[in-house]
DNA sequence: GTCTATACCCCGATAGAC
DNA sequence: GTCTATCGGGGTATAGAC
């Protein structure tokens, strides 16, 4: 309902920007990042990127959404993909949080590397960023619901030197999080699977920031043993 | 043997750039560390602090450096105040980890955030990382050694459906690494101790770039709770 | 909407006087 | 060893012609 002609265009020279954006986030990290820059890739003066985005950090908040939602979209459709069985889901979310991040190590740095400094997110940026650890979430409830009994350990993973707190209130904004969308837990469970997502990312973080180079030699191989310990301590198994 | 006075000074001075260049590391990140930034701090003209730093990478390599060691002697110490029992060291050295974190974010984003484009990091800073993985490594060998049998559990856990490979040759690198130290560990405790060391690490990065907003309130609580269950997995009780 | 031009900052690094 | 001056590059952002 509106001239759609030049809309479409500035749709169209939109996402050039965004994907020349991209483009040098992927090989040169989030700081490269320029206005400039974009504007020469995409055969602009840089003035006339203003026109579509006010300021960098503009820019710099697409690219975070724009992100997120290719990483959490990813992890959905590798889980469904799947099928129903909830150690072969978990492998898959799991190896698409990787896949993605060494295909895209710029925006893996974006996401979760070291802060912009001089830039905050802004709260658009929140429930993207939360999709993807949703879906981990997600996983694990229906895993850890139809694992109860099923084999011989139990479906919540016993804590017996746990110690401080129990679960505690320390998490208990994670419990509201979850529980806004749907999703309960069990205490131990949860706790168990916050660890396994600051696991899973700091393992794939060590990989790409070469913290691995003395130790670790294959990272598919070492990926794949740590999700399936993940599992294990989560209580069920990981199915390959 | 030689004229002490210049020499002294010249350390003087050095150690004033070195000091400097932290501060402004702590608290803007090492993106916005520059040579001329420092040299305005110090009260130096930027062409003087070059008869010191022959280049800003030389700059951010002795940063590099001297985080590394300071790290890496804060868990040592802690690990020796700790006593003998291994629980115990294992919590005063995880502890010590977060708590320099903590103090110095800026520093342990240049340690273990994005790498800095364009920055290869030297040969000369290998053996300084690895020390602080090192600490832990021998803190989990000696309570591996000590718990074996001495409670109801056995010193390596058991690995039920962690299939892939056993602990394989992904990880050989490790082995070799930590045999050159003299520390010797199970395979399944090797890959226990590296996914414990990448949690720690995830644990501290999501806590400091922002990423336990709606999920994690107490980093304090929490991250005693993930260490408890850290030494858990590795087959030992964490003693706090 | 896109261009040129510009104001005003930053940086690394070097030359040469003192 | 420290200074001034400078080269040559980068950047954000705006004004105003077309």
């Known amino acids: 309902m509106a001239p759609t002609a030049r809309e479409l265009a500035r749709q169209t020279v939109l996402a050039d920007i965004l994907a020349a954006a991209r483009m040098r986030l992927t090989d040169e990290g989030p700081v490269a990042l320029s206005l400039r820059a974009v504007a020469r890739d995409v055969g602009m003066v840089s003035s006339a990127v203003y026109r579509y985005f006010p300021s960098r950090d503009d820019l710099l908040t697409a690219l975070l959404i724009a992100d997120y939602d290719e990483l959490g979209a990813a992890v959905e459709d590798a889980d469904a993909a799947a099928g129903p069985v909830p150690g072969a889901r978990w492998v898959a979310a799991c190896r698409a949080i990787r896949s993605w991040s060494v295909a895209h190590p710029g925006d893996f740095a974006l996401l979760f590397g070291s802060p912009v400094p001089g830039y905050a997110a802004p709260r658009e940026t929140v429930v993207p960023a939360a999709r993807t650890a949703l879906a981990l979430a997600r996983v694990v409830a229906d895993a850890v619901a139809s694992a109860s009994g099923a ?71 070492y990926f794949d043993q740590v999700i399936a310990r993940l599992a294990d301590d989560l209580g069920f198994a990981a199915a390959f």
């Open 151 to 221: 084999d011989g350990r139990p479906g919540s993973p016993s804590a017996p030197t746990a110690a401080p707190g129990a679960a505690g209130p320390a998490v208990a904004d994670a419990v509201t999080t979850l529980r806004s969308f749907g999703i309960e837990l069990p205490d131990e469970v949860l706790v168990r699977t916050l660890m396994a997502w600051s696991t899973v990312f700091g393992t794939i973080s060590f990989e790409l920031f070469g913290h691995f180079v003395s130790s670790v030699s294959d990272g598919d191989a």
